[in-house]
């Protein structure tokens, strides 16, 4: 394949998504929900919401991609839970993440090969008041050859 097909196919998104959303120590921290993680802020709540964001790098030649993701650990609009609750749904979030380079890689890729911290967490609610703790991570990752 060329470059254009192997970066497009290189979105690091979904397999981040499934890892971290079927993930024991993050269905824990929700009591066994497996509806509360996903790109978008949209009840249950508390939720995380991961999504890709401006930064990174791509490599054309080596096809390693570096891509920036934000992990967002959100609360209610009246303001539940609490700042400490949402650290925790936050660091085990980011926790979880450090494990995914050492798993299996699926067969459609990408092969993540190293994750590590781009911006520490913190909170800052969003827009609305609703209560929020994020960071960012950055992503390594190629297409499966």
Known sequence: MGIAEDLAR????????????S???VLGVFGGAQDRVGAYSKRPYPRLRITDVPGGTDDMLTRLMAVRVQVEALGEVDGG??????????Y???????E?????PTVEGPVIVRIRPAQAGGYLPEADGR???LGQVTVWCHPAW
Do not use: S
Request: proline residues 15%.
């Open 23 to 25: 993930h024991p120590a």
């Open 10 to 21: 290189t979105d690091p998104l979904p397999r981040i998504l499934d890892w971290v959303g």
């Open 81 to 90: 839970p609490g700042k400490e609750e949402l650290r925790r749904i936050f």
């Open 100 to 104: 995914l380079p050492a798993a299996e």
């Open 131 to 133: 209560p929020r703790y």
């Open 92 to 98: 085990t979030a980011v926790g979880a993440l450090g």
